[in-house]
C-alpha cells in the first residue's frame, strides 16, 4: 500500500499482484536487448536485467470531498480467463483482505470508476454470491463509459467478451451501472478525459485540488519505457495508430510539468513525473 495526497483528494494504491513479463507480453516487436538499453533510468524498479518488464495491477482509492472512488479493479478472483490470460484463471488473492488492511471495505464505496473494459480492468466488479455474480462494492455505483459499453456488450470475441459477461453485464442488469460520456465529473476535484486507442472507449483520470493536480493513465500508456518509445505497437490496443497518437500528446502536454503521473500498470511506485529528453521522453519515478 502506498498513499499521496493531492491538496485536498487522498489517494491510496492497492496492488492485486506486481511480476515480471516478456516484453512481447505488451510489445510484440520490441526485444530483451532493446529493453535492455534503457536500463539506466528503468532497473530495477521498471525492468530486469534480462530485458524483461515490470508489470503491476492495481486500483487506486480517491477520497474527494466525502466520496470513496475506486478505480479499476483488476483480474479477479474465481474467472474463467482461459480465452484471455489462462494463468489468470480462478485466482486466488488477498485482494479484499488488502483492502481492508488499507483500511476500506467494499460497502463503504460510492463510486467504482472503470476506465475501460478490459480484463485486469473490471475483475472484482463481481464476486460470485449464491451461484450469482454479484456486485462487490454493494452501495457503490459503477461509472462505465457509454461507448465502452455499447462496444463490448455485443463483441463476439470471447477474449474480450468472457470479462464483460461476469464482471459487468451482472453490474448493468442489476441496475448498478451510470453509463458516462468520457468528460464526466465525479466531484469537483476527480473528473474524466477521453483517450481513445486503446479501446473505443477509454478516459483517463484527472484530479486537481489547491493548485496540485495529478492523472491516472488507465491504459493509454502501459509501462514508463512508452516514454521514451511512444510509437510502439502496443499488442492490446484497439487501433494501435491512433493509440500512439494519444500516448505523444499526452506525453507533450505533461512533459516538465509539476503534475505527478500514475502509470495504472507501472511498477511500485508506480507515480512520477515525464519530462524531455531530446524529442521523446522519460518518466521519472517518485516515492
Known sequence: MNQWQIGDV?????????????????????????????????QPWATTSTGQIMVSMYSLILESQGKKIIVDTCIGNGKDRSHTNPAWTNLKLPFLADLKKAGYTPDQFDYVLQTHLHVDHVGWNTIMKNGRWMPTFENATYLIGGAEWDFYSTFEDRALRDPVEDSVRPIVEQGRAKLVESNYRITDEVWLEPSVGHTP????VQISSRGQRAVITGDL?????????????VGFDNDRALAKKVRRAFCEQYADNDVLIFGTHF?????????????????IAQE
Open 267 to 283: 511498477a511500485t511506485p508506480s507515480c512520477g513525473k515525464i519530462v524531455r529528453r531530446g524529442d521523446a521522453f522519460r518518466y
Open 201 to 204: 472507449g477509454h478516459h483517463h
Open 10 to 42: 487522498k489517494i491510496t494504491r492497492v496492488v492485486e499482484m506486481e511480476m515480471p513479463f516478456p516484453g512481447t507480453f505488451l510489445f510484440p516487436d520490441v526485444t530483451p536487448d532493446q529493453i535492455k538499453r534503457e536500463a539506466e533510468w528503468l
Open 221 to 233: 500508456m502501459h509501462h514508463p519505457i512508452q516514454c521514451a518509445y511512444p510509437e510502439w505497437d
